[in-house]
């Protein structure tokens, strides 16, 4: 990996806290963003860590590497609440992951910190990623002229990736009354290219839950709200699912629907993820059965696969990402291999499928 920090003693520190894992190495350090593009021509790691305001501008490194020589980059922040739009702008930009970074030195050496990092950096060292065009506007809110790409380049297959094992389907299942989606690593620009084709009057509301470090939900939520037509927020508990709006769940907790339909929220030590697509998933197989559309996208994991499956079983409709479109195809895979998915389809048809149900 590459590692792109101008705090020294920061970078110093990171070292020391991966220096634990032995299957991961640093082949090369930067203190601005002109060093760090020159290293990756050179050096050509596996992954880029780097610091989002890093001197000559993360973005402009982010989008010249995507357009360049396409490669997994995490992104470190020590403050995400004061970078909320330049944090969405890199996540737009072909990021593939954000870590925050300890508010004090000492505790880059702490457990937590460098088995949340390594465990990012193996993830990302085996993504694939695609060359990104220049076609994006940077958000308001970070009022730079950069302009920096978004639109993969990739060709997808139009008909599908493969076709799974079908879970039968009630033929006289009511008209569908809400849509679920689970996503993780790779979720926020796979959310989006879904979410912001939806039209400003689709008539369903949408729960989403997104994998995501905490304290990095809230600028991708502003973000994604200056993408799509709809209202989009973090639900709040005792809150009933609306028509027309997006619903987060939050970074620290599972979201589920109470008896009378309304947002709660729950915690147990046996998930791995906060928030859990499985939980999220069931809850919904339970209260809204057949009139469920449910979504399991980019992922590393399964995550979500055992819950598509009820939500099958149930008589809802299930969907699956495709793999050419999938930044990891863990999640999806999974539900697949296990019967769960009915259809099989890559971003643009899953935006149809949503509004054709």
């Not at 020590?78 to 890199?90: F, G, R, S």
């Not at 495709?322 to 019967?339: L, W």
Request: aromatic content about 6%; charged content about 15%; proline content about 7%.
């Amino acid at each position: 990996m590459l590692l792109a920090d101008a705090d020294l003693a920061a970078l110093t520190a990171i070292q020391t806290a991966l220096a634990r894992y032995p299957d991961i190495r640093i082949v090369g350090t930067a203190h601005n963003a002109q060093t760090a593009l020159a290293l990756m021509a050179e050096l050509k790691p596996a992954v880029l860590c780097s610091e989002a305001t890093l001197p000559g501008d993360a973005l402009v490194l982010v989008s010249e590497v995507m357009q360049r020589q396409p490669t997994p980059i995490l992104i470190l922040s020590a403050a995400v609440h004061d970078h909320p739009a330049l944090i969405a702008d890199l996540q737009a930009a072909g990021v593939v992951d954000v870590l925050a970074k300890p508010a004090q030195y000492h505790d880059y050496g702490s457990v937590p910190f460098g088995k949340a990092l390594s465990r990012k950096l193996k993830v990302l060292s085996g993504v694939m990623v695609f060359r990104r065009k220049a076609s994006f506007t940077p958000s308001p809110a970070f009022g730079g002229p950069l302009s920096a790409p978004q639109q993969r380049s990739l060709e997808l297959d139009g008909s599908g990736f493969r076709k799974p094992h079908q879970p039968p389907l009630d033929q006289t299942r009511h008209p569908a009354t809400i849509v679920v989606i689970g996503a993780s690593t790779g979720g926020p620009h796979a959310l989006e290219t879904v979410l912001a084709k939806l039209p400003a009057d689709y008539p369903l509301p949408i729960v989403c839950v997104q994998h995501i470090s905490q304290g990095f939900l809230d600028p991708f939520i502003v973000w994604l709200a200056g993408k799509v037509k709809l209202a989009v927020g973090i639900a709040k508990a005792g809150e009933q699912p609306k028509s027309g709006h997006i619903y987060f769940a939050p970074d620290h907790a599972n979201l589920e629907l109470d008896c009378q339909g309304h947002f709660r929220f729950s915690h147990g030590a046996e998930y791995l993820h906060y928030p859990s697509i499985n939980v999220t998933f069931h809850n919904i197989a339970r209260y809204y059965g057949q009139q469920a559309i449910a979504v399991l996208m980019t992922g590393m994991g399964e995550d979500g696969a055992d819950g598509l499956h009820a939500i099958a079983r149930a008589g809802g409709v299930t969907i699956a990402q495709d793999e050419a479109s999938s930044i990891v195809f863990g999640m999806p895979k999974a539900a697949i291999e296990k019967g769960a998915a009915q259809k099989v389809l890559n971003l643009e048809q899953i935006a149809e499928e949503i509004c054709r149900e």
